[in-house]
């Protein structure tokens, strides 16, 4: 059975950094597509990036690029998102995602908060 567990959400300020990760089991990261998805209540889903595991490129959505680092260690079985100069709009259920090349969003975590306040 594939299990997709995120932590690490939480409250930060303005301008904070935060890192969430997300515990990957039943399922190999090679070969694999991991991402992060996040929604904010009543809206819909929005892709924030992505790793390609067989050659570690990274994707990011505009809003994201160059404040979050998608990464994976794949000792650990574990995806990480490294967030920095976070800001309001920010806030959201932030999810993890993992699938094969041709099904990245095969697999999905329950989710984990984070909100951006003062």
């Known amino acids: 059975e594939v299990q997709l567990v995120e932590s690490g959400g939480g409250l930060v300020q303005p301008g904070g950094s935060l890192r969430l990760s997300c515990a990957v089991s039943?399922?190999?990261?090679?070969?694999?597509?991991m991402s992060w998805v996040r929604q904010a209540p009543g809206k819909g889903l929005e892709w924030v990036c992505s790793?390609?595991?067989?050659?570690?490129?990274?994707y990011y959505a505009d809003s994201v690029k160059s404040r979050f680092t998608i990464s994976t260690d794949s000792a650990k079985n574990t995806l990480y998102l490294q967030m920095n100069s976070l800001n309001p709009e920010d806030t959201d259920i932030y999810y993890c995602?993992?699938?094969?090349?041709?099904?990245?969003?095969?697999?999905w975590g329950q989710g984990t908060q984070l909100t951006v306040s003062s």
């Open positions: 995602a993992a699938g094969p090349d041709d099904q990245p969003f095969d697999y």
């Open positions: 039943g399922f190999t990261f090679s070969s694999s597509i």
């Open positions: 790793i390609y595991s067989h050659s570690s490129n990274t």
